[in-house]
């Protein structure tokens, strides 16, 4: 059975980059209006030239749990020893667990939004 990786980034100012380990499956689990969109995506890297490649393999609405199923079943066929995941948290069940933090994260984004837009308004 595959090892289950969570995924790995690392920041680059605002840019998140994500950093693999090649063979290997992503899956990923994000929400549109309340409903799951799950992807799982194979990347390899040739050895020859170091060209890291990647195809989406799986794309359905359905939950995480499914999606890492299809993976953890697929895997074998690839010779896939690693599966990184990451699944993103529904807005409705994230406020209902009292996730404030992401309101008020958002509220302080949009803040400093509008101050560094009123900024370029004083320098013009």
Known sequence: MPTLLSWTSVGIGDLDVFIPSPPCLVVYTSYADDEPESTVTFIWQEETTGIVHHQLLFME???????????????????????????????????????????????????????????????A
């Open 61 to 123: 609405p359905v939950p995480f749990e499914t999606a890492l199923k299809w993976a953890e079943e697929h895997a074998p066929t690839r010779n896939i020893e690693r599966i990184h995941v990451k699944h993103a948290k529904n807005e409705r069940t994230a406020q209902a667990n009292g996730a404030s933090q992401t309101c008020g994260e958002k509220e302080r984004r949009e803040k400093e939004s509008t101050r560094c837009e009123t900024n370029r308004g004083q320098k």
